[in-house]
């Protein structure tokens, strides 16, 4: 675990747990993801590492970001700013959107095809997952020909390789032990 994950992990929590009680997920999920592309821009890191003070980068962030923060948004950068954590926004979307989907009972799956998957092949694949996993299940497909054939699926720590490549793989291993 990194030092980032560490430090965002209560700034996350803080946001998460206002986001519950004034029924705004929907609106925090998208304030921390657009502050978390803005900390990751080349010209604002090099302003975060510049050494302005806690106010000017306040201010030099709520005026990028514009509308899509509201007070409540604006105050959680203020206090980064003060403690020095704005680069930690990246994390701290990061531990924000695992709260909410842990929250909302949801995961992310990507799914990498070797071709593209018709929509009752998704709807099979989403089914089965959600079964599963006990969870209501957001695919995102990918298509990559060096599969040969098949489908890897990966849903937070758990892998499913159903590839002709896996099975290669796999055979490989079993014969040179």
Not at 111 to 118: I, M, R
Not at 158 to 176: A, C, E, F, P, Y
Request: aromatic letters at 4%; one cysteine or more.
């Amino acid at each position: 675990m990194s030092d980032m994950t560490t430090i965002a992990r209560p700034y996350a929590k803080a946001a998460f747990d206002l986001a519950v009680e004034k029924g705004e997920l929907a609106q925090w999920a998208e304030m921390l993801t657009f502050a978390a592309e803005v900390a990751n821009n080349e010209t604002i890191q090099d302003i975060l590492d510049s050494g302005y003070a806690a106010d000017k980068l306040t201010e030099i962030f709520i005026s990028v970001c514009g509308e899509q923060l509201n007070e409540s948004g604006q105050n959680l950068l203020k206090v980064m700013a003060e403690n020095g954590r704005l680069k930690a926004l990246p994390d701290v979307c990061d531990e924000f959107l695992f709260l909410k989907n842990e929250h909302e009972k949801t995961i992310d799956a990507e799914v990498t095809s070797a071709v593209t998957l018709d929509d009752s092949q998704l709807d099979a694949i989403s089914a089965k997952l959600e079964e599963r996993l006990d969870r209501k299940v957001k695919l995102n497909c990918s298509v990559d020909e060096t599969l040969i054939a098949g489908v890897v699926i990966r849903a937070g720590d758990l892998v499913i390789d159903n590839s002709v490549r896996g099975k290669l793989n796999r055979l490989s291993d079993t014969l040179q032990s």
